[in-house]
């Protein structure tokens, strides 16, 4: 049955409906298809989960442990002087060798790698589960921040939601990176990478950094001399940016 005949079979399902005083299921609507649930995610809080104050979403890394940055969200909300609440979700996929991830990655690649064009498989699906928990989330507030590939997905969270405007990518780099420069406009971007970094190339965030900045967005760039990390200057710097 294709769907231009549709009225006409359903006319006559219901025709028979009413004659025979049985039950009939409505023909199927071909081509289309409910878009996939997001997956509810475990998430660590620092502070309350429910409350006044601002909201940090805070993004592990690619092969961490599920609450691999609880510390570094205790030591932010320190520095906010207690107001900042900040939630740390668990990555949904293990990863083969241990560990959670985002999206799976092909290990084996070039490095340091740049990762500008790449849309990769389950990208989508952790997008969908961000948007998911910041729409369950209570505050007025939100900004978005992660590590590594957790960075990547702030960005590409944070520069699409209408609940974000103050996102933080430390040591993630470009990923889909045209898109984000596209929806960059008014939004706070806090930006750090290593000259060292074996993994994530260090030239490839600093044509980010600018090109974020020439679209409009209000960038704050932190390189440092280190690898893969986030050194004590980061982690100052962002308590001061999200301070502010």
């Known amino acids: 049955m294709t769907l231009r005949h549709e009225p ?4 006559i399902a219901l025709a028979l409906l009413a004659c025979n005083g049985g039950s009939a299921q409505a023909p199927r609507l071909e081509g289309r298809s409910e878009a996939p649930a997001a997956r509810e995610l475990t998430v660590h809080w620092v502070g309350e989960e429910h409350g006044d104050g601002p909201v940090l979403v805070l993004l592990h890394g690619w092969g961490a442990p599920g609450d691999d940055l609880v510390a570094l969200g205790q030591r932010l909300r ?45 990208l989508e699906a952790a997008r969908r589960d961000l948007e998911a928990l910041i729409a369950s989330i209570d505050a007025s507030d939100v900004a978005i921040a992660g590590f590594s590939q957790g960075g990547m997905l702030a960005m590409e969270v944070g520069l699409r939601s209408d609940r974000v405007r103050t996102i933080a990518s430390l040591s993630g780099g470009p990923l889909n990176a045209d898109a984000w420069v596209e929806r960059a406009d008014d939004e706070r971007v806090f930006l750090s990478h290593g000259r060292r ?10 044509r980010l950094q600018r090109r974020l900045g020439e679209a409009g967005a209000d960038v704050t760039w932190v390189p440092f001399d280190g690898p893969h990390a986030i050194p004590p200057v980061v982690v100052q710097r962002l308590g001061a940016f999200l301070r502010e």
Do not use: H, N
């Not at 006409?8 to 006319?11: M, N, R």
């Not at 609440?85 to 790698?113: H, N, S, Y």
């Open 197 to 206: 970094d074996p993994l994530l190339r260090f030239d490839a965030a600093e």
């Open 78 to 122: 320190a520095s906010s002087g207690g107001t900042l609440r900040v939630a740390v979700p668990e990555a949904p996929l293990r990863r083969p060798g241990g560990g959670l991830a985002w999206w799976q990655i092909d290990a084996l690649g070039p490095r340091p790698a740049d990762r500008w064009d790449e849309r990769p498989d389950g």
């Open 8 to 11: 006409l079979a359903l006319a």
